[in-house]
């Protein structure tokens, strides 16, 4: 019984209010022990898939941020690159413009200059057919008052035709002489 004895006052002291109370312990051991199973079951489960869901929801969002921002880049970089197209097809077509302006320019100073020297020597030609004329009329007045001046002087008339065979051959020899 001296076990007994001691075993009851290890007891003893425990259940005594100046020392521990083993059973309290043990109870409340065992109910917090219950109660984080029940936690964990219950609360510590969907609170860590809710946890877990949002920040599933938070890399979601952040991937499609940074997909839209090399998105948005991307059509930036498009944007810039038509862009510097249009301003070199600009460029192309403002040179374009100016070469075949100049091309119009040189081809219309060319046809005004071909078509100048038409007009200069159809007027040398019309001046040089003119002054035939001009002589040849000159040459018609000057053998016809000739004529009447040499009838005057002779006294009588000599027959057209000889008179005009005398006047062209003095007029050619005057015009050899020159």
Not at 49 to 58: E, P, S, V, Y
Not at 76 to 97: D, G, T, W
Not at 126 to 143: L, S
């Amino acid at each position: 019984m001296a076990a007994d004895s001691g075993a009851a006052s290890g007891l003893a002291k425990l259940n005594n209010p100046d020392g521990l109370n083993l059973g309290d312990i043990i109870v409340t051991v065992a109910f917090f022990t219950i109660l984080m199973l029940l936690l964990k079951k219950f609360a510590w489960g969907p609170l860590m898939g809710i946890m877990d869901q949002r920040a599933q929801l938070i890399s979601n969002e952040i991937d499609a941020a940074e997909k839209s921002r090399l998105e948005s880049q991307k059509l930036l970089e498009e944007q810039r690159e038509l862009l510097k197209e249009a301003r070199e097809n600009a460029q192309s077509i403002v040179e374009n413009a100016r070469k075949q302006g100049e091309t119009q320019r040189d081809e219309l100073i060319v046809t005004a200059r071909a078509e100048a020297n038409r007009m200069k020597e159809a007027a040398v030609l019309e001046i040089a057919t003119e002054k035939d004329k001009a002589v040849a009329a000159v040459r018609e007045e000057f053998v016809s008052l000739s004529i009447l001046a040499a009838s005057k002087v002779l006294g009588k008339e000599i027959s057209e035709d000889d008179n005009r065979a005398l006047i062209e051959e003095t007029i050619a020899k005057a015009g050899e002489g020159r």
